[in-house]
């Protein structure tokens, strides 16, 4: 029997728009220290976000999110590898956990693969806009070879870096103690070296020969020499806006500048409108330095922290809006998240409080009690996930790699360990327990907690084989250091571990013991197990966060000009109406 022609033609119409339909788009939408007791949907009372509270409503909340690190570099790692970030050499050994120049050699590497890359090798258009903090270039300037578009992103708009004090001119500098230690201490020595050799030459007790003078005080001005010219140029060099490799504007401006980046996110959506995207929004909010445009400076109950986050929740808003105007949200998967948990030593020159709030949980950014690493997460996707749902489960931002890829039709890679698990049984009912039996907490390169969600017990154990020394003490942070160290006498080895269980403690206010936990030892000899068997299948890779990674090398520097260090351009305008 011969079948009409016509008949064919309608199967196959069918069979690829059920493909199509199958693919849902991708808006990843990532806030920077953003607490988890700052969004409404979440508790905060005072604080308004609609928008994030809109999608919550719309969608599923995840009350035990957690972030893969504690830090904006190796947190985002994880996210964009489904890997701990020590698998990638994403974990410092070193005081210092994130990139702070953009001229250091270090980054992603390019044998990790991410979501982008596995989207992008599925036919979808794929864009990242705002900050991205995972390197950018590895042995001359323009060899990009940690960039966004390196890693499977069709496009990038934002920051190569990250947002710092020291991009906002009056907003102070995160090098002050560091300054503190390598340039004021020198000078105060050198300072009181000069003053007693004057003395002792002058007495008649010693002779000092003039050149030792000239020396001391040629070497004063050398140390204050670099100091200016190392607060003069860090802005122009490190805070700059980039159009996929192109520098628009250096220094960046933060005039409108939320406006900027969400109204180009608008635009890749409405390009992207007939075929599947993925658009990773990563929010330069609400990292220091705070910034807001007019629309919402001294709007909020919060000071300058509060109008930013109100701020963010508008872009949030506007990007939902843009996906109902194109009647892509219900064929569009929606995820909200922040990439660690709220910084809360972060107090400006003027005493103001610019960190936000971690809800109940003890601690913050840069260390693992579960304020710096439980973060907001939120799931929409109208008619496949159901609304209004809440899940107490233990999740992480790395499960987000094995949920996207598996959904845009992509096997997961099978030459890696993919330490992410994919979300969408646990988001559709089919599972009420998380596939995450362990979870495993680093600070920076040290395994530093263990959580353990047993399949056949409602309690939720995590173990600290060290502790961050708070500064001052009783505070809820290191305040004198403004982050958490990871190592040496910044913290306290515990002998044997803390244990706590969350489900009954979540506030990590009252760790167990053998007399008030008879299991204390198995529970104790289990996570100790885990973190074994963990531990080896781990390989030895590259660090890309050491000494010689981070630092900061003159080749590598991204200049917009010709004309030495000045380095000052603004593209922006003209290169916004060039993608339209």
Not at 453 to 481: D, H, I, L, M, Q
Request: hydrophobic letters at 40%; proline letters at 6%; a neutral charge.
């Amino acid at each position: 029997m011969r079948v009409p022609v016509s008949l064919l033609l309608l199967l196959l119409l069918w069979e690829t728009h059920s493909h199509v339909a199958s693919r849902p788009n991708f808006v990843l939408l990532m806030a920077d220290d953003l607490g988890i007791g700052d969004p409404g949907c979440y508790g905060n009372k005072t604080l308004r976000t609609p928008n994030i509270d809109r999608l919550a409503e719309g969608g599923v909340k995840l009350t035990h999110h957690l972030a893969a690190s504690p830090l904006c570099t190796p947190s985002r790692a994880a996210f964009m590898t489904g890997r701990y970030p020590i698998r990638s050499g994403m974990a410092s050994e070193s005081l210092m956990g994130v990139f702070i120049f953009s001229a250091s050699s270090g980054g992603l590497p390019n044998s990790e693969i991410t979501f982008a890359k596995l989207l992008k090798n599925q036919g979808y258009s794929t864009a990242l806009i705002g900050k991205w903090h995972l390197g950018t270039n590895c042995h001359n300037k323009t060899d990009f070879c940690h960039h966004p578009l390196s890693h499977g992103f069709d496009y990038f708009h934002g920051i190569p870096v990250t947002n710092l004090r020291d991009c906002k001119p009056g907003e102070g500098s995160v090098f002050t103690g560091g300054i503190r230690v390598v340039v004021f201490i020198p000078l105060q020595i050198i300072a009181i070296t000069l003053l007693t050799l004057a003395v002792l030459r002058f007495l008649g007790l010693v002779h000092v020969p003039v050149g030792v003078f000239v020396f001391l005080l040629c070497l004063a001005a050398m140390i204050l020499g670099l100091l200016v010219c190392f607060l003069h140029y860090f802005r122009p060099l490190n805070c700059f806006l980039m159009r996929n490799r192109e520098i628009t504007q250096q220094p960046l401006s933060y005039d409108n500048l939320t406006q900027r980046l969400t109204a180009d996110a608008a635009q890749f959506m409405r390009r992207h409108a007939g075929t599947p995207f993925l658009l990773v929004v990563s929010y330069l909010h609400v990292h220091t330095a705070l910034f807001s445009s007019k629309d919402f400076a001294g709007k909020s109950k919060h000071g300058a922290y509060g109008d930013a986050v109100e701020e963010m929740d508008w872009s949030v808003g506007q990007i939902l809006d843009v996906l109902e105007e194109l009647k892509l949200a219900n064929n569009t998967l929606v995820y909200f998240t922040s990439d660690q948990g709220a910084h809360v030593e972060e107090v400006s020159t003027k005493g103001e409080v610019h960190g936000g709030s971690n809800g109940i949980y003890k601690g913050g950014k840069a260390n693992n009690w579960e304020g710096g690493i439980r973060v907001p997460g939120i799931l929409r996707w109208p008619g496949v996930i159901q609304a209004g749902l809440q899940i107490d489960e233990p999740t992480s931002n790395m499960d987000l790699f094995p949920t996207v890829a598996k959904l845009a039709g992509s096997p997961l890679p099978e030459d890696r360990i993919i330490d992410g698990r994919d979300l969408m049984p646990l988001l559709q009912g089919k599972t009420q327990h998380s596939d995450h039996e362990f979870l495993f907490h680093y600070c920076n390169f040290y395994l530093n907690a263990v959580r353990w969600r047993p399949r056949n017990s409602t309690s939720v154990w995590k173990v600290f084989f060290f502790t961050p020394k708070f500064s001052p003490e009783g505070a809820n942070g290191c305040f004198s250091t403004h982050v958490c160290f990871c190592h040496g006498h910044f913290v306290t080895p515990h002998h044997p571990p803390l244990l706590f269980d969350l489900s009954k403690d979540p506030r990590e206010r009252n760790p167990l013991s053998p007399a008030t936990e008879p299991r204390f030892q198995e529970i104790v000899d289990a996570m100790r197990r885990a973190a074994a068997r963990h531990a080896e299948t781990l390989q030895e890779v590259p660090n890309q966060l050491s000494l010689g990674n981070v630092m900061w090398k003159p080749w590598l520097q991204m200049c917009c000009s010709a004309s030495g260090l000045s380095c000052q351009c603004d593209r922006e305008t003209a290169a916004g109406r060039a993608s339209r």
